[in-house]
């Protein structure tokens, strides 16, 4: 459905900040905002990030055909 455009590292890190946020919304450290953590794990899932299609960024490796 969508091109992978992201590395592991980069991945791993959306997960580990999209928790983050949600537990901060959960015990109230953020407000109901914080539940945006959804969206970088969502992305994390996917391995494709919509804004990184638009600059046309890829932080994953990409198979050279030499």
Same mark, same amino acid.
């Given at each position: 459905?969508?091109?992978?455009?992201?590395?592991?590292?980069?991945?791993?890190?959306?997960?580990?900040? @999209? &928790?983050?946020? =949600?537990?901060? $919304?959960?015990? +109230? #450290?953020?407000?109901?905002?914080?539940? /945006? @953590? &959804?969206?970088? =794990?969502?992305? $994390?899932?996917? +391995? #494709?990030?919509?804004?990184?299609?638009? /600059? @046309?960024?890829?932080?994953?490796?990409?198979?050279?055909?030499?």
């Amino acid at each position: 459905m969508f091109e992978k455009n992201m590395g592991g590292l980069d991945r791993a890190i959306r997960v580990v900040v @999209g &928790i983050g946020l =949600i537990a901060a $919304a959960l015990t +109230g #450290s953020l407000g109901q905002w914080a539940y /945006i @953590g &959804i969206v970088p =794990i969502l992305t $994390a899932a996917m +391995g #494709s990030c919509p804004a990184y299609k638009l /600059i @046309g960024l890829k932080t994953c490796k990409t198979s050279s055909g030499s």
